[in-house]
C-alpha cells in the first residue's frame, strides 16, 4: 500500500445485509477511482505545456498554448524551470573520474555525483516569493528524485558536502506497471515543504542548485520541470 493511500476498515456490524455491504463497496470503490485521476490542486500540476489528460515531454521552446496559460495567470505569479548546468556537471564528474584515477579517496563527508545524477539549477530574478505548486511533466515510466543544496556552495572553491543537502527531498515516480497516461505520483508533504523551503532561501540568493537522480527508466530528456512562485507585494 502507497503511503498516500488510507486504510479503509469496518467491523461485521457497519453491515445492513449483503445489499448494504455491496453498495458500500462499491461506493468506494468509485471514490477511490475518482481520487487516483484527480490531479493534486497544489503541490503537484500538469506542466502548462501538456495536454489535457496527459502528462508529456515539455517542449523547448514556447507554444501558443504555455502563452495563453501564461495570459490565465495572476501577474503576480511566476514559473521557473530546473535547467542543467552542463558545466557544472561536468566538473563534478570531472572530480569522480580523477579519484578514480589517482586512487585517492574522497574528503571526510564529500558527495560525489552519481551515474545517474546531474547537477540543475534555479534562478531568482525575483528573491521575494512565496512557494505556489509544482509543474512536473515525465514521459514513460521512472522515479526523478530532486536535492535542494541549502547552503552556499562555491563549487571552483570547494568540494560539495553531505551537510549542504536540504530535506526533504521531492520525489515523483510512475511505475512501470502504470499507463503512460496516469497520473504522476508523488509525496505531497514532502513537496509542499521542500517548495517552502526553496521560497525561503531564494530571499537570500539569487541562484539555487539541485541535485536531480533519475533512476528505474527515468530519463533526462523525457523530463521537464518548474515550481510557480507568487510574488510578495
Keep these: 500500500m ?18 448494504g455491504r455491496r453498495a458500500y463497496e462499491n461506493r468506494v470503490r468509485e471514490e477511490k477511482r475518482l481520487r487516483l485521476k484527480t490531479p493534486s490542486e497544489l503541490h503537484l500540476s500538469q506542466h502548462p505545456s501538456t495536454q489535457a489528460g496527459r502528462l508529456s515531454p515539455y517542449p523547448r521552446n514556447k507554444t501558443s498554448e504555455m502563452d495563453a496559460d501564461e495570459a490565465k495567470s495572476p501577474s503576480n505569479t511566476i514559473v521557473l524551470e530546473f535547467k542543467e548546468d552542463t558545466a557544472l556537471t561536468e566538473m563534478m564528474r570531472l572530480r569522480v573520474s580523477s579519484l578514480q584515477r589517482s586512487g585517492q579517496k574522497r574528503q571526510d563527508g564529500e558527495r560525489l555525483l ?25 514521459s514513460g515510466y521512472g522515479r526523478v528524485t530532486i536535492t535542494g543544496i541549502c547552503q552556499h556552495w562555491t563549487p571552483d572553491l570547494t568540494n560539495l558536502m553531505t551537510r549542504q543537502l536540504l530535506e526533504p527531498i521531492g520525489t515523483f515516480w510512475r511505475n512501470a506497471g502504470d499507463p503512460e497516461d496516469s497520473q504522476l505520483k508523488c509525496l505531497e508533504a514532502d513537496m509542499q515543504e521542500f517548495g517552502e523551503r526553496i521560497a525561503e532561501l531564494a530571499k537570500v540568493r539569487k541562484v539555487m542548485y539541485f541535485l536531480l537522480a533519475f533512476k528505474d527508466g527515468a530519463e533526462a530528456a523525457n523530463l521537464n520541470c518548474s515550481i510557480e512562485f507568487t510574488t510578495e507585494k
Design 2 to 19: 502507497g503511503q498516500n493511500e488510507k486504510l479503509v476498515h469496518c467491523d461485521g456490524n457497519c453491515w445492513e445485509g449483503r445489499r
Design 114 to 138: 552519481l551515474p545517474y545524477e546531474a547537477v540543475y539549477r534555479l534562478d531568482f530574478a525575483i528573491q521575494e516569493l512565496n512557494f505556489s505548486r509544482w509543474y512536473f511533466s515525465l
